[in-house]
Each structure stands twice: as structure tokens, then as C-alpha cells.
């Protein structure tokens, strides 16, 4: 754990915080939920969830460079696996740049199971979440 304080804050101010970071062109433009990590009173990181129907969700995760590989994107990726994971969604997906190889090992550091494709300078990563078998109903 990173020791910072995570809890959750406004879609807008997600989105703005992902906006400083240059990362807006892999964020939706439908949120449904954001997380903040802070470090005393400074937001340091955020982690934002956008929903979809077909029990897909897709995760945003961003960290100040003074912050980075310091546990606060694992403890923000994290949380959004548990929230899809409890909001019954199939798969995570993460987009993200192509030359940024610290999105993959985020999600493996979390021992997922993921796979990922590149689009030229894109890249999309998907997570296979553990979503419980449903239950039996007795009519076998």
C-alpha cells in the first residue's frame, strides 16, 4: 500500500486531474465514478470507472510523476477492480499509450489475468475479472 488516502471525489474533478496529466485523449466522456488519492490535502492520483451495458466496464488511472511507482496506482487500480468486480461487470479495459509500458505491469503487479493489443500509438489492455459462476437453480 502507498500509504496515501483514497476516497472518492466528483467525476469532474477526475477528469480534470487526468486533463493536467495529458491523458484526456484515453478517458471517456461518460463517467460513472472517481476515486482521489490523496497525500495530505494535495491530490496526487485518480482512478475513474465508466460502465457500460454489456457488463463491461473501463478503468483510468493517473498519477503524478513524484508519486509514480510508488504503490498509488496499484491501490487506485485496485479499487476499481473491486468496484467492477462488485458492480458484476466481465472485463476491465484500460487504454493507454503505447510507449507507456507501466500500464501493463500496473495491472499484472495486481497478479491479473490481462491481455493486450496495440493500436500504432495506442494501446488497450483488458482484464478478465472474477465474476462468481451463477448460482444453481435446482431444476437439473
Not at 500509504?3 to 487526468?18: D, H, M, N, W
Not at 490523496?38 to 496526487?44: E, K, N, R, S
Request: glycine share 8%.
Amino acid at each position: 500500500m502507498s500509504g496515501a488516502r483514497i476516497e472518492p471525489i466528483t467525476v469532474y474533478a477526475g477528469k480534470s486531474f487526468l486533463k493536467r496529466l495529458d491523458q484526456m485523449e484515453y478517458t471517456p466522456a461518460v463517467v460513472d465514478a472517481a476515486w482521489g488519492a490523496f497525500a495530505d490535502a494535495t491530490l496526487i492520483g485518480v482512478g475513474v470507472l465508466a460502465l457500460s451495458r454489456s457488463l463491461e466496464a473501463r478503468a483510468f488511472v493517473g498519477v503524478i510523476r513524484d508519486w509514480r511507482r510508488l504503490g498509488v496506482g496499484t491501490d487506485l487500480l485496485g479499487l476499481l477492480v473491486a468496484e467492477a468486480e462488485a458492480r458484476d461487470m466481465a472485463t476491465l479495459t484500460c487504454a493507454h499509450s503505447a510507449s507507456d509500458p507501466g500500464a501493463l505491469h500496473l495491472v499484472e503487479s495486481l497478479g491479473l489475468s490481462a491481455a493486450c493489443h496495440v493500436y500504432d500509438e495506442a494501446a488497450v489492455t483488458v482484464v478478465i475479472l472474477s465474476k462468481p459462476l451463477p448460482e444453481e437453480n435446482g431444476d437439473n
